[in-house]
């Protein structure tokens, strides 16, 4: 299919943590169908790798460092994303950091102010600058990432449950005020996902963290957890993308202030 009959042609997605597994897989489907990029990350180096990769395909990527936490670098980007790629149509929001695990009377609080920081914070800047960006278009589409952990409260994750309790109810918020603007939000949640470091360092950590759910020994505590979801299995970075791009897309136009659990089961 030529690129001007791919579904989002002449559509620009600026993605955040757009180096990480999840931000990169979605960038490549976004792209596959047609879709122009911003990729947003603080890891330089590694944006410059994305880019690379992402060569094959005949969309404009341009990449951008920035620190979500600060709200002037984000207003700075957003604004140059627009006057270089002229507009911001999709906006996955998708930057975060997973935080220490130990229990909640344990938890380091330079981490748990570290956690809010990136993930509620850093979120609110970028929705915020973007969503006035695509008030004066009137349309946009944005989903958030939150987490299966800010529905079900895993133990041991007091920073990063919070944090994504929090992303769900900013989506909520975000979606009531922007709908009069032609603007759907909605998140999505991940539940476990693998293979790969992020799964490796969740059971490591929850196997250290000690507690009465989890075993203390790491093998033990993989297979307690995927026990735990009903397909018996974890999910798969390449599971998200597609649900991304369906909340992006015409046909979820019906929705906004949704959450979608993405797992082997909830």
Same mark, same amino acid.
């Given at each position: 299919?030529?690129?001007?009959h ?6 620009v997605a ?9 931000g990169l897989?979605?960038a490549?489907?976004?792209a ?6 911003? !990729? !947003? ?9 994305a ?6 395909? #005949? ?5 951008y ?29 998708n930057?975060?950091y ?10 380091? #609080? ?6 809010m920081?990136?993930? &509620? ?28 952990a800010g ?5 041991n ?22 709908a ?10 991940p ?13 490591e950590l ?5 507690s009465?759910?989890? +075993?203390t ?9 995927? +026990?735990?979801?009903?397909m018996?299995?974890y999910?798969n970075?390449?599971?998200i ?5 369906f !909340?992006?897309?015409?046909d ?5 202030? &949704?959450? !979608?659990?993405?797992?082997g089961g909830?």
């Amino acid at each position: 299919m030529s690129a001007e009959h791919l579904p989002f042609s002449g559509k620009v997605a600026l993605i955040t943590g757009a180096a990480g597994n999840i931000g990169l897989a979605t960038a490549e489907h976004l792209a596959a169908m047609g879709a122009d990029l911003a !990729l !947003l990350d603080l890891d330089h180096e590694k944006l410059e790798q994305a880019r690379t990769g992402l060569g094959g395909h #005949d969309v404009r990527i341009n990449i951008y460092t920035c620190d979500v936490m600060d709200g002037g670098q984000v207003s700075q980007t957003v604004d140059t994303v627009v006057r270089e790629l002229g507009q911001i149509d999709f906006l996955f929001n998708n930057a975060g950091y997973q935080g220490a695990f130990a229990p909640v009377q344990d938890y380091p #609080d330079d981490d748990f102010a570290r956690v809010m920081n990136i993930n &509620v914070c850093g979120a609110f800047h970028v929705l915020r600058y973007v969503a006035q960006h695509m008030i004066t278009r009137k349309f946009g589409r944005i989903v958030n990432t939150a987490s299966m952990a800010g529905v079900q409260g895993p133990p041991n994750m007091a920073g990063y449950a919070a944090s994504k309790f929090a992303i769900v109810g900013l989506t909520e918020v975000a979606a009531k005020d922007l709908a009069p603007h032609n603007i759907r939000v909605n998140a999505i949640s991940p539940a476990f996902m693998g293979p790969g470091f992020m799964w490796d360092r969740q059971v490591e950590l929850q196997a250290r963290a000690g507690s009465q759910y989890y +075993s203390t020994d790491p093998k033990e505590v993989a297979q307690q957890m995927i +026990s735990s979801v009903p397909m018996r299995r974890y999910g798969n970075i390449d599971e998200i993308p597609g649900v991304v791009a369906f !909340l992006l897309g015409e046909d979820s136009s019906y929705m906004t202030g &949704v959450n !979608l659990p993405i797992s082997g089961g909830i």
